[in-house]
């Protein structure tokens, strides 16, 4: 119960401070201190041919041309009061100066009038607040007098009174005095205006001509008109107002309507066919409500010199926004026309706005999602249920959580509401608070279409998109699940666009259709041709619609098979849109879209015919680049792009820089360029329209070579190359006598090596030949050897014959001792047998260091035998030269065999030959 009286109370004190005055206003774009790096007051708002926008901002000349912010101060820095356009001059006046500003090789250049013709001396205390054209000739007007410049001459005028401002009507010049009235200026003739007494002690701060009718606008006592050349007070309800509002400003508008400044209440917009009007002050979107100066651009919107800042305010706009910078409203979720305002559907509740006020419909707090009008009444989809809006009465009609959205059928008159549960039905749209409940669908469902009898398709707030079939009583026969069947992997979000009598899906930034003989979900050639890279889509009738691109938002018209692309631009909503619950509610001629803090109100265009001229400047190092110019090498290029265009027909501008593949939006109309290689580019311009781009301007240039590629390097690397050369010459030259001399020192030490070596040579062949000397006198002693083995050997045999002889004959004893003696003289002697030996051990000594080697298990007298044998001697042969007979000399062998290890059929000689 506490909970309850608490929150009835909080709900009063909503409604009671949610009830103040909002209204649908211009797009007002608002510039302070920190965007223009100026001072407060701007006195004075021009456009020049240029197509830039000029700002009299006390120190200092503003000037915007949509891309950058210049200032710039007059050379004795006094304060600009009052600006004039005429031709390509800026007229500025100031303390005690007055001149024009021409812009020359992007720069502003000031040339002084009044210090040429030495105007002013040191008593003068003259200001100028205001430059008019009039027959012909310049007036520089201060509060004093007026100045008179016809090119070259000046003719100065004093007023015996002080003024507030002079005001051309038709041919006539007007002149008003602070206390004395108002006067017509003839030459110099002063003449008294009759029947205009009432302004006497009144400030006048206007005089206007509008469809023949004169206008006067005082500072404190409002507007008068003049009928049979007399002033009357202005009959219109808003005069009351603008007597106490103090009017500082006046202006008329081709669109026929009237542009009121005032001192405290900001601007009134009076629209003169309705007699109607808006006021724009602080409390809604303007930064302060002191208005100094009203300026018109080439589209018709104004700017306002604030006395703080500066007010860009599209008057002229097809689009209008509701501000809601309270937060109370919260985000709009759908909003909806009534004959007295509006109905707002938001995240906070339902709101009326009537009478430029709203407030909230009680019981309503909580998410609200979306306002459709069935006849009279208005459905609308809230978290808590369903609820009826019917002239002023507010009544739920069923309690089914979470109506999105509210869709009529494109074959009869049956509406489907989609909820967080499922899907209702509204089969008769005068009784709308009887329903059916779609059985089986159970989903939580975010749109509906149908465009055949007992068939509608759902797509899932989540993922998914269903074909549904019912009979007459809506009872479930079939559900489908038509992005699975159709083997689509991504089909989160899937939006349905239903245009003319069609139902299109958009799933995952491609177009499909339903082939209702395959049963899957084709791609939709037209629409993919033409509409890439669409997030959302939201029909508005039969012929148009709208899509979100790359997060801009495009109004669509389609033209049989061509469709027309009209661009809304981003500075409405940026940061502003509600993704994946844009709705759109027709308000007669105009549309009304939904947005986080309010909504848009915009017309329908058919056409999108633009005759853009781009001016290009570019600028490096602060200096401007003419087409074709050259600049540095690792220089910075910023290339502005000035369309002149301020307010809702601004084009969507990219560019691409040499033949690159990709587009590259212009953010603001300035293009940096940065590291570009040297050589010849282009940058090419062009306008999106959503579908194609097409050119509209270009700028060519060239990037100077690198400082170490220039003419004064490049000498100087001739320079450098050529002492390179000159000490590379000198140091080979030095390098080829050195190395002739190490060449020598070479050849001489060469021919000592070469003569060592000839020495060595010859003591080497000497050497040879001395060791052939010894072989040979080795082979000899071998061959006296092997005599005298032999000789021995017969000798032995011989003696061992004659020893059998004697011992045979037995009676020749003396015979037998005669020749005992002769054999003893035929022996031989010890010394003899020692030289053999001795020779033969010193020819075969390898033979013996081997055999010793291999077998060292060998006697001295078996190293013997096979020196024997290898000579090839025959065992009778070494048995005298052993000293032991024949049988002696076969057992040797035989037990020498066994040392050797050499079988039966080895022979032995052969054996010792190859050792």
């Not at 031709?87 to 992007?106: A, L, N, T």
């Not at 003024?163 to 005095?177: G, M």
Request: positive net charge; glycine residues 6%; hydrophobic residues 40%.
């Amino acid at each position: 119960m506490l909970k309850t009286k608490t929150l009835i109370l909080i709900l009063i004190i909503i409604q009671n401070y949610c009830s103040y005055s909002q209204k649908i206003l211009p797009f007002v774009e608002n510039y302070n201190k920190s965007n223009y790096q100026g001072d407060n007051q701007i006195w004075n708002v021009v456009q020049g041919n240029d197509k830039a926008m000029y700002f009299a901002n006390n120190h200092y000349l503003l000037r915007y041309d949509g891309v950058i912010w210049e200032k710039h101060t007059l050379p004795n820095k006094t304060i600009i009061r009052s600006i004039m356009v005429e031709g390509d001059k800026i007229y500025s006046g100031s303390y005690k100066e007055f001149g024009y500003w021409q812009r020359k090789e992007g720069k502003m250049h000031y040339v002084s009038i009044s210090q040429k013709l030495q105007l002013f001396d040191e008593k003068d205390n003259e200001e100028i607040w205001k430059i008019f054209k009039f027959k012909g000739a310049i007036y520089f007007q201060s509060f004093n007098g007026i100045f008179i410049y016809n090119g070259k001459k000046i003719h100065k005028i004093i007023f015996p009174f002080l003024i507030s401002y002079c005001f051309v009507v038709d041919k006539n010049l007007y002149v008003a005095s602070v206390e004395k009235g108002v006067f017509k200026l003839d030459g110099t003739k002063i003449t008294r205006l009759k029947g205009w007494d009432v302004l006497k002690n009144t400030v006048v701060h206007g005089i206007e001509k509008h469809q023949e009718q004169v206008y006067v606008f005082t500072q404190k006592k409002g507007v008068f008109i003049k009928e049979n050349n007399k002033l009357k007070p202005w009959n219109n309800p808003l005069n009351e107002t603008l007597k106490t509002a103090i009017i500082n400003v006046a202006k008329f508008t081709k669109s026929n309507q009237l542009i009121i400044g005032t001192g405290n209440k900001g601007i009134y917009v009076l629209d003169l066919n309705s007699n109607t009007f808006k006021n724009i002050d602080r409390d809604n979107v303007l930064m302060n409500n002191s208005i100094l100066s009203i300026g018109f651009d080439k589209e018709n919107d104004l700017w306002l010199g604030l006395d703080n800042g500066i007010a860009h305010v599209e008057i002229n706009s097809p689009i209008s926004i509701f501000y809601d910078n309270s937060g109370i409203l919260g985000s709009v979720y759908s909003v909806a026309t009534t004959n007295k305002g509006y109905l707002i559907a938001s995240n906070h509740g339902v709101f009326e706005y009537e009478s430029s006020k709203f407030k909230m419909i009680p019981n309503t707090q909580g998410q609200a999602w979306n306002i459709t009008k069935i006849n009279d009444k208005y459905v609308i989809g809230h978290n808590d249920g369903t609820f009826c809006y019917d002239k002023g009465l507010f009544y739920k009609l069923n309690n089914v959580k979470g109506g999105w959205n509210l869709s009529k059928s494109s074959i009869n008159n049956i509406y489907f509401q989609s909820t967080y549960s499922g899907v209702l039905v509204y089969d008769n749209a005068t009784n709308l608070n009887e329903h059916k409940i779609i059985r089986d669908v159970l989903k939580p469902i975010k749109y509906v279409a149908q465009n055949k009898q007992n068939e509608i398709f759902a797509a899932d707030n989540y993922r998914g998109l269903y074909r549904v079939l019912f009979d007459d009583n809506y009872k479930i026969l079939k559900t489908e699940n038509i992005t699975q069947l159709s083997k689509i992997k991504n089909d989160f979000g899937v939006k349905i666009l239903e245009f003319r009598k069609e139902i299109l899906f958009l799933i995952n930034s491609s177009w499909y259709t339903y082939n209702s003989l395959t049963n899957k979900l084709e791609k939709n050639q037209l629409f993919n041709e033409n509409f890439k890279n669409i997030s959302d889509v939201i029909a508005l009738n039969e012929s148009h619609f709208m899509v979100l691109q790359d997060g801009i938002l495009y109004h669509i018209y389609a033209k049989g098979n061509k469709f027309i692309w009209n661009i809304i631009q981003e500075k409405y909503y940026k940061g502003k849109l509600i993704n994946d619950n844009l709705k759109i509610f027709r308000d007669q001629n105009n549309f009304l879209l939904n947005l986080d803090d309010g909504f848009i109100s915009f017309q329908l265009k058919n056409i999108n015919k633009q005759n853009i001229i781009l001016k290009i400047e570019a600028f490096n190092d602060q200096g401007l680049v003419h087409e074709n110019n050259k600049i540095d090498f690792n220089s910075e290029l910023r290339i502005h792009v000035v369309s002149g265009i301020y307010g809702a027909s601004k084009p969507n501008l990219f560019y691409k820089i040499n033949d690159a593949k990709d587009f590259t939006p212009v953010m603001d109309g300035l293009i940096v360029l940065n590291n570009l290689s040297s050589g010849l580019h282009s940058v090419v311009i062009y306008k999106h329209d959503g579908v194609s781009y097409e050119e509209l301007s270009s700028f060519d240039f060239k990037v100077a070579q690198p400082w170490y590629f220039s003419f004064g390097m490049i000498l100087l690397y001739f320079v450098l190359i050529g002492i390179v050369f000159f000490f590379y010459y000198k140091w080979n030259a030095l390098h080829y006598i050195q190395k002739l001399n190490l060449q020598e020192e070479e050849l001489k030490h060469q021919k000592k090596i070469l003569e060592m070596e000839l020495k060595a040579e010859n003591e080497l062949n000497i050497q040879e030949y001395e060791k052939h000397i010894l072989e040979l006198e080795l082979q000899t002693k071998s061959s006296e050897v092997a005599g005298k083995s032999l000789s021995i050997a017969k000798q032995s045999e011989m003696i061992d014959n004659i020893q059998k002889i004697l011992d045979s004959e037995k009676d020749f004893n003396k015979l037998k001792s005669e020749i005992k003696k002769a054999i003893k003289i035929n022996q031989v002697n010890k010394h003899e047998w020692e030289i053999f030996e001795t020779n033969l051990n010193q020819i075969h000594n390898e033979f013996i260091i081997s055999l010793s080697k291999k077998f060292p298990n060998l006697t001295p007298k078996d190293i013997k035998l096979c020196v024997y044998l290898k000579m090839n001697l025959s065992s009778k042969e070494i048995a005298p030269l052993m000293n032991i007979s024949f049988r002696g000399v076969e057992l040797h062998r035989y037990r020498l065999r066994k040392k050797l290890s050499l079988s039966q059929e080895e022979n032995l000689s052969k054996f010792l030959l190859n050792i």
